[in-house]
């Protein structure tokens, strides 16, 4: 099961918002703890957490991600108690920020395979070059 496609494919609304903090919470954890996928320096996550989180959390937060994200989880869950617009908002934040990465993902797929195609072009053409002088 994946669970950023089951996050984007889920319809926000308060009918199911249990659903949605659960998801969002687990997709979190991908964005903020994995150092591969979205961000490598802990520095970047500000941007992300002023943008699709709406909040201007402290410095000493970006210093361990473990800490950001429990930090995220708690507010995302008590606005979702207390207050749900912000809540449903923030959580479609983070769909439309899947979704452009999801298209940055496929794009960047698209263009490594192409690289890959034309250095595997190159590399036969060096290859006949050889040969033809080797037969000459």
Do not use: C
Not at 18 to 37: F, G, K, N, P
Not at 40 to 58: H, M, P, Q, R, V
């Amino acid at each position: 099961m994946d669970i950023k496609k089951e996050f984007l494919n889920i319809n926000i609304s308060k009918k199911n918002s249990e659903i949605a903090l659960l998801l969002s919470t687990a997709v979190l954890s991908e964005i903020i703890l994995d150092r591969e996928a979205y961000y490598t320096k802990n520095a970047d996550l500000k941007s992300f957490t002023e943008e699709i989180l709406e909040k201007d959390y402290g410095e000493y937060l970006f210093n361990a991600r473990p800490a950001l994200f429990a930090r995220s989880v708690k507010d995302l869950r008590e606005h979702q108690k207390k207050e749900i617009e912000i809540f449903l908002k923030i959580a479609k934040n983070i769909q439309k920020f899947l979704m452009n990465n999801v298209e940055k993902d496929k794009n960047n797929k698209n263009k490594s395979n192409n690289d890959k195609d034309k250095k595997s072009n190159s590399n036969k053409d060096v290859i006949d070059a050889w040969r033809a002088v080797i037969e000459s």
